[in-house]
T-cell receptor
């Protein structure tokens, strides 16, 4: 089974509108972290936001917020007031906290976001 | 803000040749990683490295791959005899803490695009 599922291959949004990028995850660990990364066309991977499994409040970083629904195992990224520079591929990723001491990030397939004027 | 730097940004090599991809992680980080992304596909874990040894590796990381931290700042990925299917973007990443503190994000470099002809 996929550990991270991003069901939206592409999303379109108009500038200044909000957009939600979906992410569901699968883990049997109690301790885990969920991350969102942005990959512009230039290729670099930019860390955006993190949510821990024990965090009771949804994470926020500027225009980014994470809608964390633990029972549903979802960690959707919400971008408010979209800007043209938000056009990029967005990856959801998970890091599980148990088992070996140095576990890795598992990525979803990504969602391509296009922001139009 | 400190960043992970990777060189070269683009490497073209002939099948069967050896390549070395170089990375300088963030200076106070202790955990280092290589990931790769074949064009249009998701980011895949290759290997993690801590305390001068490999801590985890994926099934992709076979005998043709090796990693080294030759001095206090560089972290390298060597591919001994490249194949066409090794063509991908290779990302180096580092994190400050281990997955036991699973909220430590991985900070990625800008990647090296490897093209094997």
């Amino acid at each position: 089974a996929q550990k991270i599922t991003q069901t939206q291959p592409g999303m379109f949004v108009q500038e200044k509108e909000a957009v939600t990028l979906d992410c569901t995850y699968d883990t049997s660990d109690q301790s885990y972290g969920l991350f969102w990364y942005k990959q512009p066309s230039s290729g670099e991977m930019i860390f955006l936001i993190y949510q821990g499994s024990y965090d009771e409040q949804n994470a926020t970083e500027g225009r980014y917020s994470l809608n964390f629904q633990k029972a549903r195992k979802s960690a959707n990224l919400v971008i408010s007031a979209s800007q043209l520079g938000d056009s990029a591929m967005y990856f959801c990723a998970m890091r599980e906290g148990q088992g070996s001491g140095y576990s890795t990030l598992t990525f979803g397939k990504g969602t391509m976001l296009l922001v139009s004027p | 803000e400190p960043e992970v730097t990777q060189t070269p940004s683009h490497q073209v090599t002939q099948m069967g040749q050896e390549v070395i991809l170089r990375c300088v992680p963030i200076s106070n980080h202790l955990y280092f990683y290589w990931y790769r992304q074949i064009l249009g596909q998701k980011v895949e874990f290759l290997v993690s490295f801590y305390n001068n040894e490999i801590s985890e590796k994926s099934e992709i990381f076979d005998d043709q791959f090796s990693v080294e931290r030759p001095d206090g700042s560089n972290f390298t990925l060597k591919i001994r005899s490249t194949k066409l299917e090794d063509s991908a973007m290779y990302f180096c990443a580092s994190s400050e803490r281990s997955a036991l503190t699973y909220n430590s994000p991985l900070h990625f470099g800008n990647g090296t695009r490897l093209t094997v002809t």
